[in-house]
Structure formats: structure tokens, C-alpha cells
């Protein structure tokens, strides 16, 4: 049997399941899916943290896979497949402030 067991940042605490949201994913050729994300609290303090599927990143509605091959340049505005999908000024905030670095510099730790 596989339990995910999470402890909250915070207090160091088992966190318990809440619930789950669905989101909307966008994938290649503008087609997009449904996924449900399973959100935990923390029973002491109350935080509630989502732990998103290993395919979406945090405050990104496109798929991992989309967003690392538009950062490293494999994708861009003339690839097939992609043509219509993300929008240039999407593609050129990415390049700019990659998503994973840039949550992990410019987010601070709030207590």
C-alpha cells in the first residue's frame, strides 16, 4: 500500500487530506484535460497545501513538458504542434523568469 504521508512546513505536523480541486490543464495543440488536485491541512495550524501531479508546476496552467521545452528552447513560435499554443508573450516571460527559479528567488518565506 503507497500513503503519501506530508508534514506541514510550519509546524511539523502529519497533515490530513481536505480535499480535492479540479484544474484545467493546457497541452500540446491547444487541446486541454481536467486533473484533480489533492489538497492536505495541517491540524494544528489549519495551512492548507495543494500537492500538485508531477506533470503541472505551481501557478502554471500549462504542462511541465510545454514549459521546460519553451525554457530550453526546444519550442518555440514555429514549432509544429505549438503553433498556436502558449502565445508568444508567454513563451518570452518564460524565457525571461523560468518559472521553477523564479519561485524559488523571488517568493519569500512568510511567517
Known sequence: MNVDVYICKDCGVEMKYHDKAKRRVKMKGG?????????YQCPKCGKIERKLPKN????????????????????????????????????????????????????????
Open 31 to 39: 487541446s486541454s484535460k481536467w486533473v484533480y488536485v489533492k489538497r
Open 56 to 111: 503541472i508546476l505551481p501557478f502554471k496552467h500549462y504542462e511541465k513538458d510545454i514549459i521546460e521545452g519553451v525554457t530550453e528552447g526546444w519550442i518555440t513560435s514555429d514549432t509544429l504542434g505549438y503553433e498556436d499554443y502558449p502565445c508568444e508573450m508567454t513563451m518570452i516571460r518564460w524565457r525571461l523568469f523560468p518559472p521553477r527559479l523564479f519561485l524559488l528567488t523571488a517568493v519569500p518565506n512568510l511567517k
